[in-house]
């Protein structure tokens, strides 16, 4: 699985968009690129997954740039509960996550 | 439908037992993977079983070893347990393994002493 680059931490006022990068430049062809937060203590929550192309859902927008080798998730508006730390994961699909550190994201007020 | 459900929730152990901690998937789901997480080392994968088989194993000792039955439940056992295996041990199910999302449970927070 491709190794991922994202900021350590990251702040976002409430309300506004939080956009969080990731540098994925070692990402093969069939790897996807999947995003999960984990708020304190509880186990990880799949935001959202993409191959190539922009996705959205209810939670979240990902971003992937033409040459996949890095994308953005976007929450749109931001709440206090969005305050997490956020993987970007490259996987070739199985459930198989290798996680990274992290960006933790501060919401505030 | 009934989300991933991990018991004990809690365990405090002795160094040196064994202990062994139990994953039930959300109901259809065939792959179960497991994962440690530490302060120190974040998230980290131990191995994955779909259908009974494992599938994929990270980088841990053979002291970590697990099995899943034919309901899809699956067990981790660790055997002569020591200090650094205090740990939040979390399993997460998916539909077939294929790319879609995993969904976690709470974990099992397991305490050596």
């Known amino acids: 699985d491709a190794k991922t680059t994202q900021p350590t931490s990251m702040d976002c006022a409430e309300g506004r968009a939080a956009n969080l990068p990731c540098n994925h430049s070692t990402i093969s062809g069939n790897e996807y690129v999947y995003w999960y937060r984990q708020i304190h203590s509880q186990g990880p929550q799949y935001i959202i997954h993409?191959?190539?192309n922009n996705e959205t859902n209810e939670m979240a927008s990902l971003i992937i740039t033409e040459d996949r080798k890095s994308s953005t998730l976007i929450l749109p508006h931001a709440t206090l509960r969005d305050t997490a730390v956020y993987y970007c994961?490259?996987?070739?699909?199985?459930?198989?996550?290798?996680f990274g550190a992290g960006t933790r994201l501060a919401v505030h007020p | 439908k009934a989300g991933v459900t991990q018991t004990p929730r809690y365990l405090i152990k002795t160094r040196g037992q064994q202990v062994t901690l139990s994953c039930s998937p959300i109901s259809g789901h065939r792959s179960v993977s497991w994962y440690q997480q530490t302060p120190g080392q974040g998230l980290q994968f131990l191995f994955e079983y779909f259908s009974e088989t494992q599938r994929n194993k990270g980088n841990f000792p053979g002291r970590f070893s697990g099995r899943q039955f034919s309901n899809s439940r699956s067990e981790m056992n660790v055997s002569t347990l020591e200090l650094g295996d205090s740990a939040l041990y979390l399993c997460a199910s998916s539909s077939n393994g294929s790319p879609t999302e995993a969904f976690f449970g709470q974990g099992t927070r397991l305490t050596v002493v």
């Open positions: 994961i490259a996987s070739g699909g199985y459930n198989k996550l290798i």
């Open positions: 993409g191959l190539k």
